[in-house]
Nanobody
């Protein structure tokens, strides 16, 4: 059974940084493309960032481009989301997700991901 566990969330002032981690209990971790999503109160869950199987290709939603960086360490079965210059509108529960696939292209589509973590809260104060 696939298990994804996020950590690194917390309370930070606007302009600050946080680094989220997602540890995966996955066999053949490098066979999974990975994504980060977030859900703010009263809003739909939305795509944030994605990374392909070998870490060579990434995608970001426009609102985080230049501020967030997704990366992965296949040797440690972990995916990261480095978040800099945080804004109050980044406040949300952040989820990591995994898709077992032969396709080495990242995806923004939530329906492509079949395994999800429990989420970690990120709160950015103004």
């Amino acid at each position: 059974q696939v298990q994804l566990v996020e950590s690194g969330g917390g309370l930070v002032q606007a302009g600050g940084s946080l680094r989220l981690s997602c540890a995966a209990s996955l066999r053949s971790f490098s066979s999974y493309r990975l994504g980060w999503f977030r859900q703010a109160p009263g809003k739909e869950r939305e795509f944030v960032a994605a990374i392909n199987r070998n870490g060579g290709s990434t995608l970001y939603t426009d609102s985080v481009k230049g501020r967030f960086t997704v990366s992965r360490d296949n040797a440690k079965n972990t995916v990261f989301l480095q978040m800099n210059s945080l804004k109050p509108e980044d406040t949300a529960v952040y989820y990591c997700a995994a898709d077992f696939t032969v396709i080495n292209v990242p995806t923004t589509s939530q329906t492509e991901y079949h395994s999800w973590g429990q989420g970690t809260q990120v709160t950015v104060s103004s």
